[in-house]
């Protein structure tokens, strides 16, 4: 897939944009707070309807109006042309509920649209994924599934849903000092349902991911260190079943599901340590680029599309020749559309005319395209 | 909106609690009762007040009724030994109007869910029980929405009767393809579960 226009109508500090994208490479520059990165989290708000950064809706709107709107016109890498669009708009409006639709058609669900383009985004704070806790990596690899895989994002939603219908049992039960065995029983068999299917897809991924992160972190590290990527479950050792049934006495005196799919996490290791302990910074780096380089080959494979690949700021924290070896992997044939933003201008156009790749370079100051 | 007449924003005001109904109509709703006779707005009013204060809940089955048992319980030539259990009136009205079904109903009025402090005992379960204990009934069809509180709440009926050692049977309502509906359209959680459930040709 590829974004060929956006427009955009009060998102963020852009009062209104109009732009056409190239095909291929899009360098973005600007000084800090000109809008780059509120140019990508638009097409990232295409692709998964919400903000990367920003949980709120409301937050996104320009100061002092009342509604947003961030319209896109897609289509196919096989159309060189873009004989044929599909237009995605995503609309806020203030006390009222967002809109998304394609093609003029408003989405029922607004998760259904989730998929429509894969999208893989590589950004500073990415470290965090290493660094932060559980969740940020969950996130991750939640995402990157619910973008393959509807049955996946479902599961998922289904299983947040009976989680926190469980959840509010546990603490009426505390509440009234009561227990009903037939009713714990009803949410734990539909946990085990939907989290035996996660808990399947997530070991899928990571045998589809390993050997493409392994190669990539190999090109970028031109390291002989040995990494390793792993998925932590609890069901690695017991089943669903057993482990519900382990903690039962422990959910009831904390009130809330104690162990589950929502725990699991993804190990990071390097010569067999924690990545966040010996790592040095160059070496996580590398692990995170590596892997989101794995991630949108995955994606790429299995929806038989490119995915569009954001780079947000992230040069500045490279050195020389980590930025070389990204730009020869993502100007190569085996990456589509990609968008990078920097404030340096000058350093990326140097190193894209010394490819001879073709790119476009849209230089942005407070919301406006120069 | 501002309004000389404290009558006019006071009824605009009422008319915007029901569901559906905005600002803009509800003063369309207002405006036109205003130009109607007083005897036909009389009417009306003293129509709502009657079917809120009058209305019944069938003792059987808890459906809504004007007397003490429904005309679907009091109906001879319905199957008193099945029993379809649904949510809610409006399932009621949709299962009638196939004009396909010759058993009678049990209302629960919801589905169980904690979120919303709906617990089994603020549904009509332990009436249900009653029911069946009573020997009459010997099959519950379950059309409750298939979502996961739909689900939960079968469960628990079910798990219920066989701790009780109730011999009553339970079925569900099939669910798949959509009759005259093209397969493509089909969205891959139901096409999946038709596929699970699928039937032998007849
Ligand atoms: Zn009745």
Redesign the pocket.
């Known amino acids: 897939m590829r974004i060929e226009k956006l427009n955009l109508a009060n998102f963020k500090n852009y009062p209104e944009l109009m732009v056409d994208f190239n095909k291929g490479i899009n360098i973005i520059t600007g000084l800090n707070g000109a809008g780059k990165t509120n140019l990508l989290d638009a097409i990232y708000y295409l692709c998964f309807t919400k903000s990367y950064y920003q949980n709120s809706d409301s937050q996104n709107i320009l100061h002092e109006n009342n509604y947003f709107r961030v319209e896109g016109a897609f289509c196919k890498d096989t159309d060189p042309d873009a004989a044929q669009n599909t237009a995605i708009s995503v609309a806020f409006m203030k006390g009222k509920k967002k809109q998304v639709d394609k093609n003029k058609v408003v989405y029922d669900k607004i998760s259904d649209h989730i998929g429509f383009c894969p999208l893989v985004l590589i950004e500073p704070d990415d470290v965090q994924i290493i660094k932060g806790g559980s969740k940020e990596r969950r996130k991750l690899m939640d995402t990157a599934l619910s973008q393959v895989d509807r049955e996946y994002l479902l599961a998922y939603m289904k299983y947040e849903r009976t989680r926190s219908q469980r959840n509010a049992l546990l603490k009426q039960f505390a509440e009234r000092r009561t227990f009903d065995e037939n009713l714990i029983l009803g949410y734990d068999q539909q946990l085990i349902s939907s989290g035996n299917l996660i808990y399947e897809k997530r070991k899928t991924i990571l045998a589809a991911l390993n050997p493409i992160f392994l190669d990539f972190y190999e090109i970028l590290s031109g390291g002989k260190e040995k990494v390793e990527f792993h998925y932590n479950s609890v069901l690695n050792d017991l089943s669903f079943e057993e482990c519900l049934l382990k903690n039962r006495e422990k959910d009831r005196i904390m009130q809330r599901t104690t162990a589950g799919i929502h725990g699991d996490d993804w190990a990071f290791e390097i010569k067999d340590h924690p990545l966040k302990k010996l790592g040095s910074q160059g070496q996580q780096k590398s692990f995170l680029i590596a892997l989101k380089l794995a991630l949108h080959q995955y994606l790429k494979k299995e929806r038989n599309t490119n995915p569009l690949l954001l780079l947000d700021d992230i040069f500045d924290k490279l050195d020389v020749e980590r930025i070389e070896m990204l730009l020869k992997l993502v100007t190569g044939e085996d990456f589509g559309q990609v968008f990078i933003t920097d404030t340096d201008g000058e350093r990326l156009e140097s190193l894209l005319v010394n490819r001879k790749t073709d790119y476009q370079h849209f230089k942005i100051n407070s919301g406006k395209l120069l | 909106m501002e309004f000389p007449s404290k009558l006019i924003s006071d009824s605009v005001e009422v008319f915007s609690k029901l569901p559906g109904i905005g600002k803009k109509t509800a003063l369309r709703l207002v405006l036109h009762l205003l130009n109607q006779p007083i005897e036909d707005v009389r009417d009306f009013g003293q129509t709502i007040i009657r079917m809120r204060e009058s209305i019944k809940y ?6 809504i ?1 004007d007397g003490e ?6 109906n001879r030539s319905r199957q008193k030994q099945l029993v379809c259990v649904v949510e809610t009136l409006r399932d009621v009205l949709a299962i009638e109007n196939t004009q396909n079904y010759r058993g ?2 049990h209302v629960l009025g919801g589905v169980i869910s904690p979120l919303e402090g709906v617990g089994p005992e603020k549904l009509q379960i332990s009436s249900l029980f009653e029911r069946i204990q009573s020997g009459e009934i010997t099959e519950l069809i379950m059309a409750l929405s298939p979502t996961m509180e739909g689900d939960t709440t079968v469960f628990y009926i079910n798990k219920k009767l066989q701790e009780e050692q109730l011999d009553v049977k339970v079925t569900m309502l099939a669910r798949g393809v959509s009759f005259g509906g093209e397969l493509q359209y089909v969205d891959e959680v139901t096409l999946s579960r038709a596929l699970a459930t699928r039937l032998p040709y007849e």
């Open positions: 069938c003792k059987k089955c808890h459906n009724s048992v429904c005309s679907i319980c009091s009678i109903y």
